[in-house]
């Protein structure tokens, strides 16, 4: 018989193709990926067997030798097949006690290939006589069958299993499978037509295009795994219900770095950082992988949480200093957080929510999630349940911290800072609870208990015992044109005079130029209110704008006062203080913590002093206790 072999010819095509773009494009992460290329490469290789025993230049014991290789290969195909099918409907993704019941799919096929080896001898499957001739055999009907129960078997999964696919990717996925059936009845019949592997070949070009989408799992620009690739991983992992761990890198100023290079040569640099911190990791854990989620924010997943406090080591030290690498020099500034699951987070829902806003609502550079590890392990999520009853119920206090007036060397004022004890959750910390209630609007009610506790405690303890307490104001609040009006009823409420308060503004947002928050600037300024700007040298540190504002204390946050520690910068801090005296300002130093710490403030000639040096956050009672104890005439 002579066969037509050009089908099979444009299938190698194809699939060599296929095969070397899944390659190139490193499409070779996760069971799909890997299923995939599985499937291309036996396909290629049944193609290629195929036209080898329809060829009549070979001797009988090698068309025999080439036909049984391909029939174990055809059969391979639909094997793989039917394991991707499993893949797409996440069967693979269940405990490891549940899919058991997948691995007695391979049964069908190692008989096949027992049978195939007997055949040997037997020639019940098929046979090669002379001329060279191919001849059936009467077993020949049970290669076929196998074939189909495997391709039936994948439309029974994908059929019923609607919901891990779209309706699309159902469609073709059925519509593929459908096809791969019809050709190999078609192939029963037209012998001479070797169409079998063209279809197979174009049913692997249609899932390549609707299914894999090799762009989905791939970041061309950072060249790591992607945001639908971190989805499907985390997606697998929960559906396993195996522990797993997860550490995030937010990098904070990637922008300038574009900025200041060319966009090849930035990306290039940043491929090369991405590539060298993940090898060092790798050392810990080889079955890490990392993935770019969009946002300057790259991940590393990875299962030995004995490693994790070693990673986060040399994580945060690559990034303690410029990097050089490709000719560039660059000081990444990140925030990295640690979370242990599924203790942190229950669900792949909370899980996604944590990757995408944890740096949006924390200050730290450094978060340990399981530091807010909740009875759902839920840790964000929580949080709007956690507020929202805080401040139905007023469940939240004020700590007063004392601050040192270095010239009259006594404490003359204190900072009010908020706190919440959960009955359920216990400690919520603060750089946690006040950034996400800013996110969630909820800032403008915790302020109004912030204020009236305040105010009240300021009238009945506080204000006989110091001049002045300081509040902190979030920018949301500053936004609302009836702040001053407000803090005014409160300050009629309870007898508070104007002078024993002063407001805490960040210097992001006083300095903003937002017309709203200038003018309630103004306004509490004209009421007889004192500015405070908190954490000054964090944020743009505009010195000719604050000059502007009427502003009477800059508070130092306790970064700058670890420069103090370095003799080199004295001649800075000399010239900064004295500008700042020069503009009518008071310098207060937070963060003081040591002994030379302190001396060193001394000899600049700051005003106040603030830090566990001199006293820690105290509630109403320690604070009376504190101030009376050290209260000096």
């Known amino acids: 018989m002579n066969y037509n072999i050009y089908f099979d010819v444009a299938a190698i095509t194809i699939l060599s193709l296929f095969l070397t773009s899944s390659l190139l494009n490193r499409q070779v992460f996760g069971y799909r990926n890997k299923l995939y290329i599985v499937a291309v490469t036996i396909a290629l290789g049944a193609a290629i067997f195929d036209i080898l025993a329809s060829l009549p230049y070979f001797s009988v014991d090698a068309l025999f030798a080439f036909n049984t290789i391909h029939v174990i290969l055809k059969a391979a195909v639909s094997l793989v097949f039917f394991s991707y099918a499993a893949a797409i409907a996440k069967l693979y993704y269940m405990p490891k006690g549940k899919k058991k019941w997948i691995h007695f799919a391979l049964i069908p096929h190692i008989c096949l290939v027992i049978m195939l080896i007997g055949n040997i001898w037997s020639r019940q499957f098929f046979n090669y006589v002379d001329g060279p001739r191919y001849v059936k055999g009467d077993l020949a009907w049970l290669a076929d069958v196998i074939i189909y129960v495997y391709y039936v078997a994948s439309l029974i999964i994908i059929i019923l299993t609607p919901k891990t696919q779209n309706k699309l990717q159902m469609a073709v996925v059925i519509g593929a499978f459908v096809i791969q059936i019809i050709a190999s009845i078609v192939q029963l019949y037209v012998e001479s037509i070797l169409i079998e592997m063209f279809v197979t070949s174009l049913t692997l070009a249609a899932l390549s295009i609707f299914i894999q989408d090799p762009e989905n799992f791939i970041d061309y620009k950072t060249h790591s795994l992607s945001f639908n690739s971190f989805v499907d991983r985390v997606d697998q992992e929960y559906r396993m219900k195996e522990p797993f761990n997860a550490i995030f890198i937010h990098v904070m100023n990637s922008s300038p770095l574009y900025n200041m290079y060319s966009t090849d040569m930035a990306l290039t640099y940043i491929r090369a950082c ?56 660059y000081h990444f500034l990140p925030k990295i957080a640690l979370a242990e699951c599924p203790e942190d987070c229950n669900d792949m829902e909370s899980f996604i929510g944590f990757s995408n806003m944890y740096y949006n609502i924390v200050t730290d550079n450094m978060f340990y999630a399981k530091r807010f590890r909740t009875s759902t ?80 405690f300021i009238s009945k303890e506080l204000g006989s015992r110091t001049k002045y307490t300081e509040i902190n104001v979030s920018p949301l609040e500053l936004i609302d044109s009836e702040f001053p009006s407000r803090v005014n009823a409160y300050s009629k409420k309870y007898g508070v005079t104007p002078d024993q308060v002063v ?27 004192q500015i405070a700007i ?25 970064s700058m006062s670890e420069l103090l520690k370095d003799d080199s910068h004295d001649l800075f801090f000399d010239n900064l203080f004295k500008a700042f005296r020069n503009a009518k300002m008071k310098i207060l130093l937070e963060g003081v913590e040591t002994v030379e710490v302190n001396k060193k403030a001394f000899d600049m000639g700051v005003d106040y002093i603030q830090g566990f040096y001199y006293a820690k956050a105290l509630n109403e009672k320690e604070t009376i206790e504190f101030l009376d104890k050290n209260k000096k005439e």
Do not use: W
Not at 534 to 552: K, M, P, Q
């Open 274 to 329: 991405t590539k060298e911190l993940t090898n060092k990791c790798r050392q810990l854990d080889k079955k890490l992988k990392v993935y770019f989620i969009g946002h300057s924010t790259y991940v590393y997943l990875y299962k030995n949480r004995d490693v994790s406090e070693e990673m986060l080591k040399i994580i945060v030290d690559y990034f303690d200093g410029p990097i050089p690498n490709c000719g560039i020099s």
């Open 377 to 456: 392990g839920n840790i964000l999520f929580d949080l709007d349940k956690i507020l929202e009853n805080a401040i139905k119920n007023r469940l939240f206090s004020i700590y007063y911290q004392p601050i040192y007036d270095v010239k009259e060397g006594k404490y003359n004022s204190t900072e009010a800072l908020l706190r919440l004890e959960d009955p359920v959750y216990g400690l919520i910390m603060p750089y946690l609870m006040i950034p996400y209630a800013e996110k969630s609007g909820k800032i403008a009610q915790i302020g109004e208990i912030v204020l009236d506790k305040t105010f009240e």
């Open 503 to 529: 407001f805490e503004l960040t210097e992001t947002s006083a300095i903003s130029g937002n017309p709203t928050v200038m003018k309630n600037i103004n306004d509490l300024v004209d009421m007889g209110y």
């Open 534 to 558: 908190d954490d000054f040298g964090t944020g743009f540190s505009n010195i000719a704008r604050l000059s502007h504002l009427r502003v009477s204390i800059l508070k130092f946050d306790k």
